[in-house]
């Protein structure tokens, strides 16, 4: 099943580079959809907020595992590209959850849930499990990292590093 849908939605031209778009220079807002429970969320948070202290995280609080995780999934993104989220539009969005058996992380393979982070018009990070695991939410996000971590490193910049770059270029 994951092949034939990986396989169909590539033909769709889902996956095509053409169709990712590159994250902002200096987001301001970042919206995080993952459980509210476990490492990932105080672990993506304490490194983005290190890197850039001024930037606002808000969590959609999703299953990630199980029979009820692609809805969830799926509610998260919505949730921060529509009208429920009018007070808070995110710059970028971040799918996450740690690693997990193929098994555990298949929820990301949903096609529901791949063609909601393809119809986002917020660049999307996917960071789902550990380095090696891939899913077909990898591949139709703007960006794969390969850690939640990772994608918190990616999604903001170290403005203590930009600052001293200024500092010194003057």
Request: contains cysteine; hydrophobic residues 45%; charged residues 25%.
């Amino acid at each position: 099943r994951y092949l034939e849908l990986k396989d169909r939605l590539g033909r769709e031209g889902l996956f095509d580079s053409s169709r990712k778009r590159p994250l902002p220079f200096l987001p301001r807002r970042i919206g995080i959809v993952t459980s509210p429970a476990g490492a990932v969320i105080h672990d993506m948070c304490r490194v983005m907020t290190r890197r850039m202290p001024n930037v606002e995280i808000r969590l959609f609080p999703a299953k990630v595992q199980g029979a009820d995780a692609p809805a969830s999934l799926i509610a998260g993104v919505k949730y921060f590209i529509g009208s429920s989220a009018s007070d808070f539009k995110p710059d970028v969005i971040i799918v996450a959850r740690g690693g997990g058996s193929f098994e555990d992380l298949f929820c990301f393979n949903d096609e529901g849930l791949v063609r909601a982070i393809a119809a986002s018009p917020v660049p999307v990070i996917s960071a789902v499990g550990h380095e090696t695991d891939f899913t077909i939410a990898d591949f139709v996000a703007d960006l794969r990292a390969p850690t939640p971590s990772a994608a918190a490193e990616l999604a903001v910049p170290n403005t203590a590093e930009l600052q001293n770059k200024i500092i010194k270029e003057k």
